[in-house]
């Protein structure tokens, strides 16, 4: 079974403190991804890897930052903290083939900034 | 624009079927997801569909019409632990994926 495990669960921030949410996966898996998750609204793409080293920008990457330097690791950075950075954050892995598209979600971090 | 709607909350009885529909308009379409998620947990695979028509996997079944840019999860048999959010997502490019705001799904006793 492929496992994606996140670094917290819950997590409590002050407004301008630097945040770094891990994740790591044991599949050997190519792809890398992060979301965050509002009520009413969708997955929210922020940054996503395709391979170490390498990362795109989704639809919201502003405030947030990305590293990704070994295969199984992705961390995701909140440069200064705000308020509006409350929320829920996936992330999530995806093989390389064309007959796996299917993503794997971690357990989330609920990120609350006050 | 992306667009993907999905009713916001749908109520139904244990035991009985329930469909919940998804549509979209997407600048590209490569194949449709749905995805289960309970209160708390992450969202779990249920299917994927390429092709247009119906694909059966025990009590859920996905439905896909690409040209009318349409799809439905159908539950069969609810139980209680279907209890949950299902989210609707197309596979846009190579990468990214253009998710619905899901649907909640009740059950009642």
């Known amino acids: 079974d492929v496992k994606v495990t996140q670094s917290s669960r819950y997590l409590v921030k002050r407004t301008g403190e630097k945040v770094f949410l891990e994740c790591v996966q044991d599949m050997d898996h190519e792809n890398m991804f992060w979301y965050r998750q509002d009520p009413g609204l969708g997955l929210r793409l922020i940054y996503f890897?395709?391979?170490?080293?390498?990362?795109e920008k989704g639809d919201i990457p502003e405030g947030y930052s990305v590293s990704r330097e070994k295969k199984e690791r992705f961390s995701l950075i909140l440069e200064s903290a705000s308020t509006n950075q409350t929320s829920m954050y996936l992330c999530?892995?995806?093989?390389?083939?064309?007959?796996?598209?299917?993503?794997?979600f971690g357990p989330g971090t609920r990120l609350t900034v006050t | 624009g992306q667009n993907i709607d999905q009713p916001t909350e749908m109520t139904a009885t244990e035991g009985a079927i329930v469909q919940i529909n998804c549509t979209y308009q997407?600048?590209?379409?490569?194949?449709l997801f749905w995805y289960q998620q309970h209160a708390g947990e992450a969202p779990t695979f249920l299917s994927y569909n390429v092709l247009d028509g119906l694909e059966e996997k025990g009590r859920f079944s996905s439905f896909l019409s690409r040209s009318k840019g349409y799809s439905y999860l159908l539950l069969k048999e609810l139980q209680m632990k279907d209890s949950a959010s299902y989210l609707c997502a197309v596979r846009d490019g190579d990468y990214q994926l253009i998710w619905g705001a899901g649907t909640k799904l009740i059950i009642k006793p």
């Open positions: 999530a892995s995806r093989g390389g083939g064309q007959e796996s598209y299917e993503q794997y």
């Open positions: 997407t600048s590209g379409f490569n194949g």
């Open positions: 890897s395709y391979d170490v080293k390498m990362k």
